[in-house]
């Protein structure tokens, strides 16, 4: 079971990323997923979340209207379209794994994360 | 937004010792409350989902009560490998937040 992010990387304050996260060893179109971020020396934060099959998704007020959340179950992917970046989106990025389909709260599996970096 | 305040921000305390986190919701949660543990350089890891039901793998030292407002985390008898950092998270209309975490430092 696992998840590998990919996609990080330096970007100018205004500039696009996208970033990957592949997963394997479970039923990933069965699992809501989600795109967790940690500043340098802080706390995380969720960013967004998507359902198993890609209809339902949201997000965060701090990133709402800029980032889409996407998901290709034929390819086990998750991905996190970034735009109109900010100093402030720097951060480790993990994709994590809601751990049951229902009412439950709590993600089971997490990425090793990969590093944004918005600078001028 | 749902704001989760944990307290304390530090705790220090010895091996062999019992840790008391705890967690505080702006408005009621139920029991959709989930307990994390990070150490440098590491993913979080689950240890407690829906308040008070241990993941896979976690040794039973851990464990998890409260609901509605207030939450706890209690580590029994602390061992060196719990020497973390510790985040709360709560679930609504499938919308999430993470409490600013409490730093456990071995005193």
């Known amino acids: 079971v696992q998840l590998l992010e990919s996609g990080g990387g330096l970007v100018q304050p205004g500039g696009s990323l996208r970033l990957s996260c592949a997963a394997s060893?479970?039923?990933?179109?069965?699992?809501?997923m989600s795109w967790v971020r940690q500043a340098p020396g802080k706390g995380l934060e969720w960013v967004s979340g998507?359902?198993?099959?890609?209809?339902?998704?949201y997000y965060a007020g701090s990133v709402k209207g800029r980032f889409t959340i996407s998901r290709d179950n034929s390819k086990n992917t998750l991905s996190l379209e970034m735009n109109r970046l900010r100093v402030e989106d720097t951060a480790i990025y993990y994709c994590?794994?809601?751990?049951?389909?229902?009412?439950?709260?709590?993600?089971?599996?997490w990425g090793q994360g990969t590093l944004v970096t918005v600078s001028s | 937004e749902i704001v989760l305040t944990q307290s304390p921000a530090t705790l220090s305390l010895s091996p062999g010792e019992r840790a008391t986190l705890s967690c505080r919701a702006s408005?009621?949660?139920?029991?959709?409350l989930a307990w994390y543990q990070q150490k440098p350089g590491q993913a979080p890891r689950l240890l407690i989902y829906?308040?008070?039901n241990r993941a896979a793998g976690i040794p039973a030292r851990f464990s998890g009560s409260g609901s509605g407002t207030d939450f706890t985390l209690t580590i029994s008898s602390l061992e060196p490998e719990d020497f973390a950092a510790y985040y709360c998270?709560?679930?609504?209309?499938?919308?999430?937040?993470f409490g600013q975490g409490t730093r456990l430092e071995i005193k």
């Open positions: 060893g479970f039923t990933f179109s069965s699992s809501a």
């Open positions: 408005q009621s949660v139920d029991n959709y």
């Open positions: 998270q709560q679930r609504t209309n499938s919308m999430y937040t």
């Open positions: 998507i359902g198993g099959s890609g209809g339902s998704t």
């Open positions: 829906d308040a008070s």
């Open positions: 994590a794994k809601k751990r049951s389909t229902g009412d439950t709260c709590g993600f089971d599996i």
